[in-house]
């Protein structure tokens, strides 16, 4: 690499670090700008007045402290977050401060196909765009897909989300918007948002484990998502508990989603009531439904069991429990601490906290929306 070319990427990757102490910081002096980023206050100054010629970033009058202080300024644009899941697909609209301007959600079968799921989430960005007082640019994309994508990008496990099978994500994503794009497994935005802004604020090592439909796990290790070298770490939904055990939608045979993942549970449960999708089922045992109550302490003792394996191997500080089965609450997370303690060892398990996500089910959206602002060309 040449100096010239070594010059461009520090002012680059400089200017990056300043418009994330600006996202991360709201109004905030150059001054903090330099600390927070260990830029000289002349490397801050430089990149600053770039930004604001660029109308990427606004000067307003310090409120208490002396100078002016800066802040993303909003006609920069917006970005947007998609989450598929199972059954539904979610749509977030944030400015580049990250602050989120409206949601949307709305159901989805399991088996579309691709293009009419992302037909779908441009339809309802669309809406949401409409709704915004003034025009502002589209400037990047995130979606999450509840499916392991490999190292380059495509998805190979048909049997989880079907439509998606061969399909290179994040060109689709990219080409229908026609702006930048980033794509990654739901968990692992999940995790990502309730680290920066969620029950994980704090802690440096984290597991997400999102029970929804089914059961996957975003990692944070040392502060940093971690992928694996394939690209699919945290497939925990598919870890076998009992190789004699009932059939999975993997092709496998007892799979920790199988025991413990909301579409087995309410299958189950159809005996009593068919029809209910997971969150009703779910309503059912708050409710106190002495059925549904005891599959859900049933399923918390399993996840436990598997998280115990999880906190041994990984040794997170904080285990954050997700999706449209979190909403059970203590009913479920008794059972993880429960299945924790009976199989982790004791100095893991009493060091290992678990909790429920507080972003709800919407962590994997406002994941996706961080994932968007990552992806934006500044």
Known sequence: MTGRHTTAALRAQNRRLVFEALQHGGEVSQAEIARSTSLAPATVSNIVKELVAG???????????????????RSAGIVAGVDFGHAHVRVCLADLGGTILGS??????????????????QSMLERLVEQLDT????????VGLPAPISADGIINSGSIL????????????????????RVDNDANLGALAEYAEGAGRGVRSMAYLKISSGIGAGLVLDGKIFRGG?????????????????????GSRGCLEAYAGGTSLTQQFS?????LTVREFVSRA????LGARRLIEDAGRHLGRAAAALAQILGPELIVVGGDMAEA?????????????????????LRTEVARATLGDRSPAVGAVRAALEAVTI
């Open 230 to 250: 394939i690209g699919t770490a945290g497939e925990l939904g598919h870890l076998t508990m009992d190789e004699d055990g009932p059939l999975c939608r993997c």
């Open 271 to 275: 005996s009593f009531e068919s029809g």
């Open 55 to 73: 109308g990427v970033v606004d000067t307003v009058a310090g409120a208490g402290r002396r100078g002016a202080v800066v802040r993303v300024a």
């Open 329 to 349: 609450g203590e009913l479920l997370l008794a059972g993880v601490r429960d299945g924790l303690r009976r199989h982790a060892l004791e100095p893991i398990a």
């Open 286 to 289: 708050v409710e106190g439904d």
């Open 104 to 121: 949307e959600l709305a159901p989805l079968d399991n088996d579309h196909d691709y293009r009419d799921g992302l037909k779908l989430a």
């Open 135 to 142: 025009a502002v640019p589209l400037r990047s994309v995130g």
């Open 162 to 181: 079907p439509g998606w099978i061969g399909v290179d994500a994040q060109l689709a994503v990219s080409e229908l918007f026609g702006v930048p794009a």
